[in-house]
């Protein structure tokens, strides 16, 4: 089945710098990733996803980056402030099966 | 629209006792997935339903573990004799169908279970 590894286990940054998290996957089948962010005590809150016809997604302060070839795909989070402070998680999906495949998480801390 | 409902959001049991966790989807969604988090294991997918229907269980360990889904509007995870490392937070997604609008898995807050 797939694999998904998530290079960052933590990540600590400046507010108002950029946040960069990676994760590649191993099945070239996948074609659907998203990320999801966890604060203390509570579920996954979807925050972005990309599909793979497309190589780069944004909304707003996030950045969605997919390079097919390498199976990597990465989350940037520009501007940080410290309410993105939390566990971020990127999945990915093949088509036709719903399943998520997770990574194993990035704990990021912005500091003030 | 109050999102995914897990009941009850912590539960200890002793070891040998059975746990029943509960999920009610968000109304609409006809998929329906258990994952499990732990420290060690990172989230693992359980199983999932479509329309009710169990689809795939291929992640449940097999002989303690159960799940069902006797209507659209819930789902149960039952675990027997519970032992130590059960001990775990249950998180129950639903979404719709994946030919659907939308992909998106939307998750409750978590059933966390403490096997003493």
């Known amino acids: 089945g797939e694999k998904v590894e998530q290079h960052e286990s933590t990540l600590s940054v400046r507010e108002g710098d950029s946040a960069v998290i990676n994760c590649t996957y191993t099945?070239?089948?996948?074609?659907?990733f998203p990320w999801y962010k966890q604060e203390a005590g509570k579920g996954l809150h979807f925050v972005i996803d990309?599909?793979?016809?497309?190589d780069r997604k944004q909304s707003q302060r996030l950045i969605v980056l997919l390079d097919k070839k390498a199976k990597r795909f990465s989350l940037h989070i520009t501007a940080t402030q410290p309410e993105d402070s939390a566990i971020y998680f990127c999945a990915a999906r093949m088509p036709n099966y719903n399943v998520l495949y997770f990574g194993s998480g990035t704990k990021l801390t912005v500091e003030p | 629209n109050a999102g995914v409902i897990q009941t009850p959001r912590h539960k200890v049991t002793g070891k040998g006792q059975e746990a029943t966790l509960w999920c009610e989807p968000i109304s609409g969604h006809s998929a329906v997935f258990w994952y499990r988090q732990t420290i060690v294991q990172g989230l693992e997918f359980l199983t999932y339903?479509?329309?009710?229907?169990?689809?795939?269980d291929s992640g449940m360990p097999k002989e303690r573990f159960s799940a069902q889904m006797p209507n659209q509007s819930h789902s149960t995870l039952k675990i027997q004799s519970t032992q130590p490392q059960d001990s775990a937070v249950y998180l129950c997604?639903?979404?719709?169908?994946?030919?659907?609008?939308?992909?998106?898995?939307?998750f409750g807050p978590g059933t966390r279970l403490t096997v003493l």
């Open positions: 099945d070239t089948a996948s074609s659907y």
């Open positions: 990309i599909r793979s016809n497309v």
């Open positions: 997604a639903s979404s719709l169908p994946y030919w659907g609008a939308s992909y998106e898995q939307y």
């Open positions: 339903f479509r329309n009710q229907a169990p689809i795939d």
